[in-house]
């Protein structure tokens, strides 16, 4: 099934752009972040309505990967070659940090407790990205392309 955002691809990669600074700015790493964009889902409130249809991120699945943002500093530090990124003990590097952090061969049981503070910041980050997606894509002319590819999935 191909994702509504696929219509805009190229209005995504230029807010990608332009939000670099942002995210730069933040407690997130660039890894960091796209783990994070991984979790999230891009949806269109009221989509029906051309007038109060508008882009959110659904995070709700982002709490679930917070507890792998510190492997994958872990892993960086270790790539960095700087103190305390060992991380032959903490389960292997960022590959398999992303496995568990989406499920895929991990034990349920494992579950680290969720930092709230990142979950927060992680929040408001998507929410923020979500926001400058909508923006450039009225500014572009290109929403109610957007809106239809999603009315339309």
């Given amino acids: 099934m191909s994702d509504?955002?696929?219509?805009?691809?190229?209005?995504?990669?230029?807010?990608?752009?332009?939000?670099?600074?942002?995210v730069a700015a933040s407690r997130f790493s660039n890894a960091e972040w796209d783990l994070i964009m991984t979790a999230t889902d891009l949806e269109i409130e009221r989509a029906d309505d051309p007038?109060?249809?508008?882009?959110?991120?659904?995070t709700d699945d982002v709490a679930a990967i917070i507890p792998e943002l510190e492997a994958i500093?872990?892993?960086?530090?270790?790539?960095?070659?700087?103190?305390?990124?060992?991380?032959r003990d903490s389960g292997?590097?960022?590959v398999d940090s992303i496995?568990?952090?989406?499920?895929?061969?991990?034990d349920e049981s494992e579950?680290?407790?969720?930092?709230?503070?990142?979950?927060?910041?992680?929040?408001?980050?998507?929410?923020?990205y979500a926001e400058a997606l909508q923006a450039h894509l009225e500014d572009t002319g290109s929403f109610e392309r957007a809106r239809a590819a999603y009315r339309d999935r």
Avoid: C, Y
């Avoid at 509504?4 to 942002?22: H, K, L």
């Avoid at 500093?73 to 991380?87: E, H, I, N």
């Fill in 111 to 128: 579950s680290e407790p969720v930092d709230q503070e990142a979950l927060a910041a992680a929040e408001e980050l998507a929410a923020a």
């Fill in 4 to 22: 509504w955002t696929d219509a805009i691809i190229g209005e995504r990669m230029a807010v990608d752009g332009e939000f670099s600074d942002r």
């Fill in 51 to 58: 007038e109060a249809a508008r882009i959110v991120a659904d």
């Fill in 92 to 94: 292997g590097g960022l």
């Fill in 99 to 106: 496995k568990r952090a989406l499920g895929v061969g991990s």
């Fill in 73 to 87: 500093r872990a892993q960086t530090a270790s790539m960095a070659g700087q103190p305390g990124g060992d991380t």
